[in-house]
C-alpha cells in the first residue's frame, strides 16, 4: 500500500517566491496534519484538518502560511512569500479517524531551503 | 514554552546494551504519549504508545515508563541494535482536543556502536 506521499522532496527557492508543497494522504484515512521541523523548535504542528475541514490552524506561524484540503486526497501547504527562516523539513501526516489512539503515518517530508 | 521536552539531544550507547530515552512534560492534561523513531529522509514513525492510565507499557524489545507524578515518561530498548541507531521522538496528546493532535519533543538522537 502507498503511504503518504509528498511532492516535491526538496525544493529550493528564492526568498519573497511563492512555495507550494503538496499531499496526499493515505486513502481512507480522514485526518490530515501538517508538521515542521527544525534544529531550534523540533517537530510543530501546524494545522490539523478533519474530513477536508481545517480543525486547528493555532500553529500556522504567520499569514504567510496557508494550508488547503479540497478533497479527501489532498492537501496543499502554501508559503508566500517566502522568508530563509522558512527553511526547514515539512511533513504531513495522516491517521485513520483522528480518534486519539489512532497512528499518524507520516509521508517522507519536503526539505525547503529558501535563500 | 515547550511542553514536550527531550533534554539530551543526543545518546550513545554500545550494541546490547540498553538505551534509556527520557521525556519530561509541563501540561498535567496530557493523558496519551508515544514514542516515534525517525531515520535520515525518512519521515518518523509510530513506536510504542501509553496511556496515562498505566505506567509501563512493553513491547518487544521496547518498553516505555510513565511516572505521572514527575511528569517523566522513558523509553528502554534492551538489548540495542545498530538498526536502533536514529532520532527519537516523544510526543502527547489531550484526550479532550478534537483529534489526535500531538505535541512533539524535540528529539533525541541515538547511536549504537557494534
Known amino acids: 500500500d502507498a503511504g503518504v506521499i509528498q511532492s516535491p522532496r526538496h525544493e529550493v527557492t528564492e526568498m519573497g517566491q511563492e512555495v507550494t508543497l503538496r499531499c496526499k494522504p493515505i486513502?481512507?484515512?480522514?485526518?490530515l496534519f501538517w508538521y515542521r521541523q527544525t534544529m531550534m523548535r523540533g517537530l510543530e504542528l501546524l494545522i490539523y484538518f478533519n474530513n477536508n475541514v481545517p480543525i486547528d490552524d493555532s500553529g500556522m506561524p504567520e499569514d504567510r502560511f496557508s494550508a488547503k484540503m479540497p478533497n479527501a486526497s489532498f492537501s496543499t501547504l502554501k508559503i508566500q512569500p517566502s522568508e530563509p527562516r522558512d527553511s526547514a523539513v515539512y511533513f504531513c501526516?495522516?491517521?485513520?479517524?483522528?480518534?486519539?489512539?489512532?497512528?499518524?503515518?507520516f509521508g517522507p517530508g519536503t526539505r525547503l531551503t529558501v535563500l | 514554552d515547550q511542553q514536550v521536552k527531550q533534554n539530551s539531544p543526543s545518546l550513545s550507547v554500545q550494541e546490547g546494551r540498553i538505551s534509556i530515552l527520557n521525556c519530561d512534560y509541563t501540561n498535567s492534561m496530557f493523558d496519551y504519549f508515544l514514542w516515534y523513531k525517525k531515520y535520515p529522509a525518512e519521515g518518523p514513525t509510530f513506536l510504542i504508545s501509553?496511556?496515562?492510565?498505566?505506567d509501563k507499557n512493553e513491547d518487544g524489545r521496547f518498553t516505555v515508563f510513565l511516572n505521572k507524578s514527575a511528569k517523566h515518561l522513558s523509553l528502554h530498548i534492551v538489548p540495542s541494535q545498530p538498526g536502533d541507531s536514529a532520532v527519537y521522538f516523544c510526543?502527547?496528546?489531550?484526550?479532550?482536543?478534537?483529534?489526535?493532535?500531538?505535541?512533539f519533543g524535540g528529539g533525541t538522537r541515538l547511536m549504537v556502536k557494534p
Open positions: 486513502s481512507g484515512h480522514n485526518s
Open positions: 501526516a495522516s491517521s485513520p479517524q483522528g480518534a486519539q489512539t489512532d497512528t499518524q503515518y
Open positions: 510526543a502527547a496528546s489531550v484526550s479532550y482536543n478534537a483529534g489526535n493532535m500531538l505535541t
Open positions: 501509553i496511556s496515562s492510565i498505566k
